[in-house]
């Protein structure tokens, strides 16, 4: 992966984020290249293709969908599936297989699928591209009138044809009502994801999470794995928790070797996500209008109902077609669906790995854990410096109570723009208006070809976005499924460009 290259003009790609989808993206470019290409993926990281998601060190942070799920090749859905097995994951993990036959294996060994695929990747002999690993942090794009390049901290200047910016998601922040100052106190946990953290909580401390998403399911997993026995409390705004998975098919179920496997539909996840939207949906679909979608989606829920079927069904045709619907949006209803919506949305969307629920659900019916909504109104430390103060109100309560805790944990949801400032790549392409924020303030605005737009509304082919950057052009460009879909939806167009540029 180190291997320095020898570019040949046209083909010099640098990819700036070295997480899911960088690697998705430099794997992706590398199969479908007839030409040879260079490809550089900067990231800072001493290890490339983990990201914030799979980099995780928690042996009970797991995959929250199924393995067939969560393939890094569009046109191969298995080929996670396989790997697992050649691993023997499931005998290292017997965890992880579900009587219904779905396993929700380990991030971390996610992140050794990622990395591994990635260094297979590395040298490919069919037509000579490279992967390379340039251990850094991207700060500045190119000036206009100058050949394109990357500028790194270390004072690197990395010339490219095309450059993509795979970003991905901000370390997690403290929101308000949390005074920023807060940040580094030692009671306070702003990162979820620090597991070192977390293992030093005291097992008798009286603990407060806020937030009640994926995440909070994750703390609450290695607090209790810890066996932790103080109480903890989970306060959301609306109260809302994600929603139990979706029984497997039995089709699905039934791959559980390589023999079996072989059968499968190798594009069952491009069939399905890059059809047409289902059928009620693309009778409901124009003139776009989100009560008009939500209108029909609860008809389509009865009608699933009425035949036997569950809500996921009906769910997962909008989810699997959002990439085609939100673009069609007009803002307004955009930004009421964010309002209004979108807690609901991401707590049928993100759905509990079934042992996190297990765990969390057994200490809930002993007491140990309690979840509540709640708006929090203020968070102050106590008079001796000993405790955190949260002062709220709970739904159905008229007045604010101030509860004490020992230690505060944010597991609010992650916002791709909330890292702008501490990102000097992303800060140098809006102030060179490389890129410019998406109507909706989610991320930023990239066209169907993931090109992105600038300031002066033009989209560029030089420069893409790929993955929660584009959360607010695509609507749901977050799961790892979703963002290897994306990119094989963009790289025609890419090859396009090579082509005529090389
Ligand atoms: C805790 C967590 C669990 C998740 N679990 C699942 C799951 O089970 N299934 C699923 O489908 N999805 C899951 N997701 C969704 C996840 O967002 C995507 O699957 C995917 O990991 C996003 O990858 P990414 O590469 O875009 O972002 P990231 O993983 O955030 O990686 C971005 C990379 O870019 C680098 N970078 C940023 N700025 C620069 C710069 N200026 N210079 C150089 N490098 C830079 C960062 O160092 C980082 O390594 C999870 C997300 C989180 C946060």
Redesign the pocket.
Known sequence: MNASTTPAMGCRLVI?????????LAIQLVRGSVRPLAITI????ER?G???????VDPD?????PTF??SLLPEDAWHLSRWCLEQGILQQDPQAMRPDGAAYIR?SD?GRYLEQTLRDHAHWPATGSTIRHCR????GFGLPGEPLAVQ?AAGDCLPADQVFV?????LPRLQPPFPPALAGHPRIIENP?DTARLSGIDPQARVLLVGAG??SL?VLSSLLRRDHRGPVEVVSRRGLRPRSQAPVAPVLARAQSLQAIAAMPAAMALDRVHGLPAAWLSAAATPPDVRRWLRALRLRIREVQAGGGAWYQAFDDIRDSVWQLWPTLPVAQKRRFIGRLRTWYDVHR?RA?PQNEEMVEAACAQGRVLFGAARLRAVTVSPDGEAIEVTMRRRGDGDDVTETYDAVINCTG?DPVAGLAG????SSLVQGGWIRRDPCGLGFEADAACRAVGRDGVARAMLRL????TVGSFGDP??????SLQIHRMLAEVFGELTGGG
Do not use: E, K, M, Q
Not at 50 to 56: I, M
Not at 166 to 170: D, E, I, L, Q, S
Not at 423 to 426: H, K, R
Not at 466 to 469: A, L, T
């Open positions: 700036v984020g070295g997480g899911f989808s960088g690697a998705c900067i990231d800072p990281a490339v983990r990201g914030l998601a799979y980099g995780a942070h797991r995959l929250n969908a799920s969560h991030r996610y850094d942090t991207a700060v790194t795979a970003t991905g998601n901000p994801l994926l995440t994750d993100f790995p992650l990102n000097p790549f992303l790929v993955g929660p950057p977050i799961g790892a499924v979703f963002i």
